[in-house]
């Protein structure tokens, strides 16, 4: 690895925005090819957070403090990266449910898979049924993440699903659901394809679910 990639990589861990977009102008500057920053800097840095996350090593504020560092990268290579023809890994609508205005958790799992080299199309908060499956058929995505944080709205999950059923999309997406009450069981019951209890692990997901 350049050894510019490799400080990059190491200041994107340690949420050092205002290096890291230096150091991106900086390897752009020097020639090198925006692929190879997203790949060799920016997913290795955030796969490497997601890991000290799951290790107990990182918490939430440090993967939150990656993950905006990584964006701000990003938002320089983007144009770089459009113009090369450079296809994401996948397409994600993200969301959370009608009636549920929480929004922190399901920024943080659509900054994860961005920074995992996926496309995202977030929704925001507060999306009904009809506005994810408009989304799908409009954007042709394939995955869609519903987010729930309240008991109470967890059924608008259900629905979203049915959603899809009735439009005749259930088959030509996959859909993931996560969010603090929602459990692996309930995923089940409802349909869903995968359920992810944390950021970290819905981008392993993402990666199961894009290659089924």
Do not use: C
């Not at 995955?143 to 959603?163: F, W």
């Amino acid at each position: 690895m350049e050894p510019i990639l490799h400080t990059i990589q190491g200041k994107v861990i340690d949420g050092e925005m205002a290096e890291v977009v230096s150091l991106v102008k900086e390897a752009m500057q020097a020639g090198l090819p925006a692929d190879r920053i997203l790949n060799e800097s920016l997913i290795t840095a955030m796969n490497e957070v997601g890991q000290r996350f799951e290790r107990g090593e990182f918490y939430i504020p440090e993967m939150l403090m990656a993950a905006r560092t990584m964006q701000a990268a990003l938002a320089i290579l983007k144009p770089t990266l459009a113009q090369g023809g450079i296809h994401a890994a996948g397409k994600v609508v993200i969301g959370t449910v009608m009636g549920d205005l929480h929004e922190i958790g399901k920024n943080l799992v659509a900054t994860m898979l961005e920074g995992a080299g996926f496309e995202i199309i977030d929704l925001g908060t507060d999306v009904p049924p009809e506005k994810f499956v408009a989304a799908v058929r409009d954007q042709q995505a394939d995955i869609v993440g519903i987010s729930a944080l309240l008991t109470t709205t967890m059924n608008a999950m259900r629905r979203t699903i049915e959603a899809f059923e009735k439009a005749g999309l259930r088959r030509k997406v996959k859909i993931m659901i996560g969010g603090a009450p929602v459990t692996e069981a309930f995923a089940k019951e409802i349909g869903a394809d995968g359920y992810s209890p944390d950021a970290s692990r819905a981008v392993t997901l993402a990666r199961t679910l894009i290659n089924t």
